[in-house]
């Protein structure tokens, strides 16, 4: 199985840790973030990885070289010239990612510590149908996805500001949506990947996702007893540090 670890990003919520490492090389109970992640996958399955990078790139090369690409098939996608969001990151790696065959691949945030079941969520997606699975959950957040009474994907919302995407729902076709948070994790399989032909440089997934709710299947899944820790905020370090305990 395969999948896509995002670690290119610029780490801005755990200043001053990333004042001289990338975000994917600050440490948890002595292991960088990278390495908990890439250790889940390879637990669960996954034998060939792409990481994708950009802020202290070389230390990432570097990193992955010492530990002897933790005995995996591992690829870099290298955005160092130019930082492409997570839509663009997927559409610059996907040459990596289909060398050895067209394949679903499950894409991971390197700052996402979970006990999510990767492997099942890998064999529901399968099992589907969809296009794309996206691993949601209840947790609090300001920005929602929509899905309706078969977890197919309608759109996006911000609580805040009661902003919707791809276009406006009226009050009754809102409350006919379920809003669930999104939790970095999700797989896309090969019918989705002539999609990303129509998008150029940087773009968010999320947006490729939105605006293709009506032509094809984005489905969400759900795992009972999911725990989930962004440790892109320096607050939640000491909550992931118990987590993994």
């Not at 399955?45 to 090369?61: C, K, M, S």
């Not at 790696?93 to 492997?119: C, M, W, Y």
Request: proline content about 2%; glycine content about 6%; overall charge negative.
């Amino acid at each position: 199985m395969k999948a896509l670890i995002f670690a290119a990003g610029l780490g801005t919520r755990l200043k001053p840790l990333t004042n001289d490492r990338p975000k994917a090389l600050v440490t948890v109970n002595g292991v960088t973030l990278l390495e908990h992640v890439i250790r889940r996958l390879s637990a669960q399955g996954f034998d060939e990885i792409v990481i994708n990078v950009h802020h202290f790139a070389d230390l990432i090369i570097d990193f992955l070289r010492q530990k002897h690409n933790f005995g995996l098939t591992i690829h870099v996608s290298d955005e160092r010239d130019c930082l492409l969001e997570t839509g663009g990151g997927i559409k610059k790696a996907l040459p990596l990612l289909t060398q050895s065959g067209e394949q679903p691949f499950l894409i991971h945030n390197v700052d996402i510590l979970s006990n999510a079941d990767l492997r099942t969520l890998f064999e529901e997606h399968r099992a589907s149908g969809a296009d794309a699975t996206l691993l949601v959950s209840q947790r609090k957040s300001s920005r929602n996805l929509l899905f309706d009474n078969d977890k197919r994907l309608r759109g996006w919302m911000n609580l805040d500001t009661r902003q919707t995407k791809p276009r406006d729902f009226d009050d009754m076709e809102l409350r006919d949506l379920d809003g669930r948070a999104f939790s970095g994790i999700h797989i896309i399989s090969p019918t989705l990947f002539r999609d990303f032909d129509a998008w150029q440089g940087k773009f968010s997934v999320i947006d490729f996702y939105l605006s293709l709710v009506e032509s094809r299947m984005i489905k969400a899944s759900e795992q009972e007893g999911l725990h989930l820790i962004d440790v892109g905020k320096l607050e939640n370090l000491e909550q992931a540090a118990r987590f993994l305990a």
